[in-house]
């Protein structure tokens, strides 16, 4: 049984990535003065691209779940503030993005995809 969070997380660094190829977040010539903090345990192109399916998957049947994951894995928005945002119970939102981990879990052991 595969670790869906680990698998996600990484998903979520490799979209990083591909989001931060279209702009620089550093303006030039101060890129370096300042230690890059985060560290990226990204996926292969190949299991990102299945994970990614499985997600587009779940923007077409729980469009809500999508958004929580992308704003948890992607962007890197704490549950306590998306339940702040969101005005409501942070068990709430743990719980959804919970189902939203299994829907994508399910999605990849029903491809048998070895990630």
Not at 25 to 46: E, M, N, W, Y
């Amino acid at each position: 049984m595969r670790d869906i969070q680990q698998v996600l997380e990484q998903w979520g660094a490799w979209s990083r990535q591909r989001l931060e190829m279209d702009y620089s977040p550093i303006a030039a010539g101060f890129k370096g003065l300042l230690p890059d903090t985060r560290v990226d345990a990204s996926c292969t192109d190949s299991d990102a691209l299945t994970v990614d399916s499985c997600v587009g998957r779940l923007k077409q049947k729980r469009p809500d779940e999508y958004e929580l994951l992308i704003a948890y894995y992607v962007k890197g928005v704490p549950k306590r503030q998306l339940a702040k945002r969101l005005r409501c119970d942070e068990k709430i939102i743990r719980i959804k993005i919970q189902m939203a981990e299994g829907f994508v879990e399910g999605c990849l052991a029903i491809m048998a995809v070895e990630l």
